[in-house]
């Protein structure tokens, strides 16, 4: 039985405004992404449908399916680790790139790309080994370093927060990308405004609201698996 898109909708945006009620946000600063990686192209157009109009993806050759199949207002944003050799088959689809986290991947998206490209650098604010992004200490010096490329524009931050119940991780790993979105923001660069944080997923994401998140990434809980 198909889940009811109408009803993971409008209990998720009832989550967020909830979240954002409690630490005194405004719920219009949050930006739902419906992350369509495991579901059809027939789900991925019921959800644009039913006012979706974020829409994840995190393999290239899922992307490019859905871009060509769903019809309606679409910003794509693609959410996976990003291979420096397929930014050419990507550029011109995206409107955010989530996953900027080396300087062969921006140097890459620089050449290809015919305009500035939102991207979100990558952090690994978890520690875990499994995960991809720049340790914490190493996002400073690689923003800076990204002046030259004035086709990558650093509009925010993103993490990845472990899979586990204690909220006390989760809010130190979303916190801790808040504290360098904050230090990186104030320097005040017009290639690096770095405004928003990307962070939050289908078992955390009100607890990344609380801690400040921009934009969360909604999969299972909204679209569905199937």
């Not at 889940?3 to 979240?19: K, P, Y």
């Not at 495991?38 to 050759?61: P, W």
């Not at 690096?192 to 939050?200: I, K, T, V």
């Amino acid at each position: 039985m198909s889940l009811s898109l109408e009803a993971n909708l409008s209990t998720i945006l009832n989550n967020v405004r909830q979240s954002c009620e409690k630490v005194g946000r405004n719920h219009d600063e949050i930006t739902v992404i419906g992350v369509t990686k495991y579901v059809t192209i027939e789900r991925a157009q019921e959800a644009v449908d039913k006012g979706i109009c974020h829409l994840g993806e995190n393999r290239l050759e899922g992307l490019i399916d859905k871009y060509q199949h769903v019809t309606g207002k679409v910003h794509w944003h693609f959410i996976g680790s990003l291979q420096s050799r397929k930014v050419k088959d990507l550029i011109d689809k995206v409107d955010m790139i989530h996953s900027l986290d080396r300087m062969s991947l921006a140097k890459e998206i620089h050449k290809r790309a015919t305009k500035s490209i939102d991207c979100f650098v990558q952090v690994n604010t978890s520690g875990e080994e499994s995960k991809h992004g720049l340790h914490p200490d190493d996002v400073h010096s690689f923003i800076e370093k990204l002046a030259p490329y004035t086709n990558v524009r650093v509009v925010g931050l993103m993490t990845m927060a472990p899979h586990v119940d204690d909220e006390s991780i989760l809010r130190q790993t979303f916190s801790t990308l808040r504290a360098l979105r904050d230090d990186i923001n104030k320097k005040q660069l017009d290639y690096a405004p770095c405004s928003y944080l990307s962070m939050g997923m289908s078992n955390d994401y009100q607890i990344a609201i609380e801690e400040g998140a921009t934009h969360i990434r909604i999969g299972t809980k909204l679209v569905g698996s199937n």
